[in-house]
């Protein structure tokens, strides 16, 4: 005669299905683990990124802040970076080369138009190109701004009046927020590049700087062509580190109670087909 086995009947009277296997408790335990150790992982690596960015924002509250300075001089550019350098309060003298100002497409406060990118022939003898300000879109400005070159000597042969130019120092910008690229050839710039410009502006007859400066609210100069409006500098950081380590503690501590929950269940489960 064949004997029958029958399963235990749950609560329900419905018959319960078999434990899994040991490899099977074993291999889920490891992914378990491995994803617990990942979402950990990446919480605190979001702590640590939160702290850089706790101190990045210290970093230049201060500089933004601080009296003006002379900007780095022409032995220091090679060390000019976004970390140590961005944001500085700078103080600089010289003339401009309004004939050679450049216009870049810009989103402000005040609206869409364009940045005036000037350079300044400084007192030392370099070029630094000073962003003087906004101008709104109005009229024809390829007509008001021509792509000019400059000539041999171009600081010498055009020695204007000279200005005094506080303001921050900014990192030259490789793209641009219209995710366009520059057009030299055509005297289109969606981005303050500021090795582009100088070399469509042929300033090759002095260094010039490889970065450039907002000057502040209020500065540009009553003989300038037409008056940009200064001072608009945006200075936001994006902060959801703690969001995002919260997020990502929060789905370790989901990933320990589900394997606290199926070991209970589990555990249960044995004791049940024992009895």
Not at 24 to 34: F, M, P, Q, S, Y
Not at 158 to 175: F, H, N, Q
Not at 221 to 250: C, M, R
Request: proline share 7%; aromatic share 10%.
């Amino acid at each position: 005669m064949a004997v029958v086995h029958e399963q235990p009947a749950g609560p329900a009277g419905f018959a319960q299905s078999p434990r899994r296997s040991a490899f099977v408790r074993r291999l889920l335990a490891v992914a378990a683990l491995l994803l617990f150790v990942l979402f950990a992982g990446l919480g605190t690596w979001q702590v640590v990124r939160l702290q850089w960015k706790l101190d990045l924002i210290e970093r230049v509250d201060a500089r933004v802040h601080a009296d003006p300075v002379a900007p780095p001089a022409v032995a220091q550019w090679p060390h000019v970076s976004k970390e140590s350098d961005e944001y500085r309060r700078v103080r600089l003298s010289g003339h401009y080369l309004y004939e050679l100002t450049t216009p870049v497409q810009a989103l402000s406060e005040l609206g869409a138009g364009f940045w005036l990118l000037t350079p300044l022939c400084t007192d030392e003898g370099h070029i630094v190109l000073i962003n003087r300000g906004f101008i709104p879109s109005s009229g024809d400005i390829a007509t008001r701004y021509p792509a000019r070159k400059a000539g041999a000597g171009a600081c010498a042969a055009s020695p204007g009046a000279r200005v005094e130019v506080t303001g921050l120092l900014r990192i030259a910008e490789p793209k641009s927020g219209f995710l366009r690229d520059n057009d030299p050839v055509g005297n289109r710039w969606y981005a303050r590049e500021v090795g582009a410009i100088a070399a469509a502006r042929g300033l090759d007859g002095a260094p010039v700087a490889p970065f450039f400066v907002d000057a502040g609210k209020g500065q540009d100069p009553k003989e300038a062509p037409e008056t940009a409006v200064g001072g608009l500098t945006v200075i936001s950081f994006p902060n959801n580190h703690l969001v995002y380590a919260l997020t990502w503690y929060a789905l370790a501590l989901m990933v320990a109670a589900a394997v606290w929950w199926i070991a209970r269940h589990e555990a249960k489960r044995g004791s049940e087909s024992d009895d």
